[in-house]
């Protein structure tokens, strides 16, 4: 198992009440898995991806990498831990404006020791035609690819994505789908996706639905390609 989270709990302390937005979750995610994570609107995805990416503090139970308690370490190892082993894509692209694509990309692959080579990143997001061209000359769905390669330049074991289509027409967010799912497949690197989108469950190997900080519905899925997928 590449996850596994035991009893995992977050609750915020707001003025005198406890919040609790996460519940004891228990949840496995294997390598090369696309997990895709559903829920309303204040159900815990967000707080769930910053657990598990050790971008956010539990306040009690496990998570494990590998078998080994990443709960246990050391901000200072935990950063090296996410810079090596994780990757990050969000609703918004959060790309350097001034960088052309091409160094945009090449930020990202100085995170990572054992990275990729930027080119054939480029590729695999369809971007290489592009290269030279500055962010304010690609459409939404091309920046979302260069965030994409990105992340992906470092070899990252996993990717998080944090409503990778949410600013995206239908169109342009199943490519970009699609550019998740083949470096997946090229590279067999685990996806945990969140979405509101109820269509975007169908690409996953596996389907969690979240409400009030609980895991109500785990099932297993067979991949849909993204083109076949209803949208919403
Ligand atoms: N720093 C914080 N302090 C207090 N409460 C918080 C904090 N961060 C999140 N919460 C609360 O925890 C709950 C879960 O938030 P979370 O961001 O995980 O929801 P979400 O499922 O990602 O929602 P969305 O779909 O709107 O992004 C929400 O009710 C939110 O208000
Ligand atoms: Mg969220």
Not at 47 to 74: C, M, Q, V
Not at 117 to 140: F, I, N, P, R, W
């Amino acid at each position: 198992m590449l996850i596994k989270t035991e009893n995992l709990t977050k609750t915020y302390k707001t003025g005198k009440n406890n919040f609790i937005a996460l519940d004891n979750i228990n949840l496995e995610i294997g390598e090369g898995e696309i997990v895709v994570i559903l829920g309303p609107s204040g159900s815990g995805k967000t707080t769930l991806l910053n657990l598990l990416s050790g971008l956010d503090k539990k306040t009690s139970g496990k998570i494990f990498y590998e078998g080994k308690d990443i709960g246990r370490y050391s901000d200072s190892r935990m950063t090296r831990f996410r810079k090596k082993n994780l990757g990050f894509i969000f609703q918004t692209y959060n790309l350097l404006e001034h960088l052309n694509v091409y160094e945009n990309i090449l930020v990202g692959k100085k995170l990572g020791s054992k990275t990729m080579d930027v080119y054939e990143v480029m590729k695999t997001v369809g971007l290489k035609k592009h290269a030279k061209k500055a962010m304010y000359q690609l459409s939404g769905g091309e920046q979302q690819r260069v965030s994409i390669a990105r992340a992906i330049v470092k070899n990252p074991k996993v990717m998080f994505c944090d409503e990778p289509t949410g600013a995206l027409d239908e169109k342009t967010g199943k490519i970009v789908l699609e550019s998740l799912i083949d470096i997946n497949e090229k590279y067999n690197t685990t996806m945990i996706i969140i979405t509101h989108n109820p269509g975007i469950a169908f690409i996953g190997d596996k389907i969690i639905r979240m409400n009030s900080g609980k895991i109500i519905e785990e099932k297993k899925n067979k991949r849909m390609n993204p083109k076949e997928i209803p949208w919403g």
